[in-house]
């Protein structure tokens, strides 16, 4: 039997052209790019890091996803002019499907782990470049589906136009590249497990009161969270004096990622993007207010200081507050965080 014999240099050569990819569209969901390449660069990834971007992002937001990453790619399908830019003319209807598909053109790279800019890593997760294409975790809605959000391919011009083909003679059967990519790689759910990523590597926020028993079991050994649903982190306001998080009522979203994502954005992403603004005016989510039991008239207008708990409805009463219990949507970062239900519990063992 001939052997082959393949060097160290072109083992490494071969790792060094792994990368993870992601897409941010608009300046808003660059801050959650910039996030994600932070957080996995402080948890010592060896991966290139690679972020496609829309043509509208602003100069700023380009300047520090160059900071972060390693290639930053600007992407628009409708102005590229290739075989993307006529199906286009086809199925208008699935422009960002579309942009995302483009992450299979980055054939300079041997494999590639795509993560939504609404992920957060937690520890490092090089080992998923040991898996093969298509490799996700199940969809908490649907798990004989994969959540797109986070998943392991191979870079392919050649997968990259069947995609495209599927695309304009199929659709989506959910409006987006998720059902896209599902259609596509239709064989997931049966036939290779190795191809099934664990939950822990795309934690979705959504589900986490959905099973509460399972998550007080396994989610400490969660690597990726995922904040799926239309409130994102960058949606909030976070004070930088107290260390609290104000806005809407959280949309199901355990408060500590939460508040993970935003002490890294403050810290590590906020100095850069001041850097990049100079003397023009920006809104960073940041604010310096002193939270206390009075909101003056002013915070309560923009919507930037009152906390989670003052957010809820005056006057809520037990059994309203009761029935949000009961849909997990209690208030874990207002009235029933752990530090007042631990208060209440102590007052009773007094």
């Known amino acids: 039997m001939m052997k082959i014999r393949v060097s160290r240099a072109a083992v490494v050569h071969s790792l060094s052209y792994q990368a993870f990819v992601t897409l941010a569209t608009n300046d808003n969901y660059a801050r959650g790019a910039m996030v994600l390449g932070k957080s996995l660069r402080n948890h ?3 991966k290139k890091l690679v972020a496609l ?5 602003s100069e700023p937001c380009q300047a520090v996803l160059k900071r972060i990453f390693d290639e930053v790619r600007v992407v628009d399908v409708l102005d590229s002019g290739d075989t993307a830019h006529l199906d286009m ?3 208008p209807d699935l422009g960002v499907t579309f942009t995302k598909l483009h992450c299979w053109t980055l054939t300079h790279y041997s494999k590639c782990v795509f993560m939504d800019a609404d992920t957060l890593v937690l520890s490092n997760i090089d080992e998923l470049f040991d898996r093969e294409e298509l490799s996700a975790a199940p969809d908490p809605g649907w798990p004989d589906c994969f959540n797109s959000g986070v998943f392991v391919f191979r870079p392919s011009l050649e997968t990259y136009g069947k995609l495209l083909q599927y695309c304009t003679e199929h659709g989506s059967f959910d409006g987006g590249d998720q059902g ?11 036939a290779d497990i190795s191809k099934h990523l664990p939950f822990i590597y795309n934690l979705s926020s959504i589900a986490i009161y959905t099973y509460l028993p399972a998550f007080k079991q396994y989610g400490g050994n969660a690597k990726v969270v995922h904040f799926l649903g239309k409130t994102k982190p960058w949606s909030y306001t976070y004070d930088t004096k107290s260390k609290q998080i104000s806005g809407s009522e959280p949309d199901t979203t355990h408060p500590t990622f939460l508040l993970d994502w935003w002490t890294l954005y403050s810290s590590a992403v906020v100095p850069m993007l001041q850097e990049q603004y100079g003397d023009k005016p920006f809104f960073s989510g940041c604010v310096a207010c002193q939270f206390s039991d009075k ?5 309560e207008q923009d919507g930037s200081c009152p906390s989670f708990a003052q957010a809820l409805q005056p006057g809520m009463s037990s059994e309203e507050r009761k029935q949000k219990w009961e849909q997990g949507q209690a208030d874990y970062l207002g009235m029933d965080s752990f530090d007042n239900i631990k208060r209440k519990l102590d007052s009773f063992l007094k």
């Open 44 to 46: 010592k990834t060896s």
């Open 53 to 57: 971007i829309g043509p509208q992002m």
């Open 89 to 91: 003319m086809k199925r």
């Open 180 to 190: 896209v990519l599902n259609g596509f790689f239709a064989d997931w759910p049966t």
């Open 295 to 299: 909101v003056n008239f002013e915070s």
